[in-house]
């Protein structure tokens, strides 16, 4: 499974940013998918993840009401969309690939390549 992320860059902090993960073939039916996260220092969390397979979804607490998954399949594409975003969402974020529900770090079998998210106040 091929995960290809992008769409990061800097932002002032009360901004909007659209993260892109292209994937390959029937990946987004297949697979539980889902964003993670990397601040400097710190270890990489999950931030977002959606089981359309169960129709669930799973946000961190501190995006909630701010952030949402949704996919495309005619482009093979999931998206990350973040509102109000803060100096503390700041990091590089990785989108995944997972078998495992809930999707937690250690189920991930496919991570993309890390896009940086950089949010001045």
């Known amino acids: 499974v091929q995960l290809q992320a992008s769409g990061g860059g800097l932002v002032q902090a009360g901004d909007s940013l659209t993260l892109a993960c292209a994937t390959s073939?029937?990946?987004?039916?297949?697979?539980?998918m889902g964003w993670f996260r990397q601040a400097p220092g710190k270890e990489r969390e999950l931030v977002a993840a959606r089981s359309w397979r169960y129709g669930a979804t799973a946000i961190v607490d501190s995006a909630k009401g701010r952030f949402t998954i949704t996919r495309d399949l005619a482009q093979n594409t999931m998206y990350l969309h973040m509102n109000s975003l803060q100096p503390e969402d700041a990091a590089v974020y990785y989108c995944?690939?997972?078998?495992?529900?809930?999707?937690?770090?250690?189920?991930?079998?496919?991570w993309g390549q890390g896009t940086l998210v950089t949010v001045s106040s």
């Open positions: 073939g029937r990946t987004l039916n297949n697979y539980h």
């Open positions: 995944a690939a997972s078998n495992r529900w809930p999707m937690v770090k250690e189920g991930v079998h496919s």
